[in-house]
């Protein structure tokens, strides 16, 4: 998985390389398809969500830009296996997930590998989480019609906010953007296919 992640997709943050190859992803993903966890391509979790391609965690998290002191907002833990990768990059990571149990799952497996600067708890992640604002960065692993508002209020002047936005539910462009004194600046990093981002400034249900 990391060769392919360095020669075919050309990740060349080798700190995101070292992390993932650290991170035991068929720890998250469910049992009858841990064969498959190190493969090209995402993969079911329960209540009808994926588990991300590893190159599209790779190339997120790359985006991102972290270091040992950022503090990081995520959107879509799902199975909390980019929560982990953010974890070992980052000081401190609070994440959310929609769906109750899907919430737990992830941080009680984020807590069986001893990681201990994740928070997830279940909400609507359109809404972003005010009170640990401003963060350094945030990352959205579901596809929503346009940038909620709320996330780019709650990103610190040099942050980044990497999220993928579309004008259907089914296909969406990976957009950074990059919060400077003067305003946002946003860029365009390829098409890419995410479940949809549900709530207040998402898609309705
Ligand atoms: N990074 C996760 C991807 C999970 S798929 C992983 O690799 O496992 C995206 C997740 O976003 C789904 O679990 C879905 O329930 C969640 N989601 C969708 N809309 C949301 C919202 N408004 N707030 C929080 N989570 C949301």
Not at 21 to 44: C, I, K, M, S
């Amino acid at each position: 998985m990391i060769e392919r992640l360095r020669a075919h997709y050309s990740i060349r943050d080798e700190r995101v390389l070292r992390v993932m190859r650290e991170v035991p992803r068929h720890f998250f993903v469910p049992e009858a398809l841990r064969e498959r966890a190190y493969g090209d391509h995402a993969l079911p979790i329960s209540g009808n969500q994926t588990i991300s391609q590893p190159y599209i965690v790779a190339r997120m998290t790359e985006l991102l830009e972290l270091d040992d002191r950022s503090r990081v907002l995520e959107i879509g833990a799902g199975s909390g296996y980019q929560t982990a990768v953010l974890a070992r990059l980052a000081a401190q990571v609070y994440a959310i997930e929609r769906i109750g149990e899907l919430a737990r799952d992830a941080q009680a497996r984020i807590r069986e590998l001893n990681i201990y600067n994740a928070t997830i708890k279940a909400f609507d992640g359109t809404l972003g989480w005010e009170a640990h604002a401003p963060y350094d960065a945030i990352l959205t692993a579901a596809g929503g019609p346009d940038i909620p508002q709320p996330l780019l209020a709650q990103l610190k002047i040099g942050g980044r906010l990497v999220i993928p936005i579309g004008s259907s539910r089914e296909a969406q462009r990976l957009i950074r953007v990059c919060r400077t004194e003067a305003g946002y600046e946003q860029e365009e990093h390829g098409a890419c296919v995410f479940v949809p981002l549900i709530g207040r400034y998402g898609w309705q249900t």
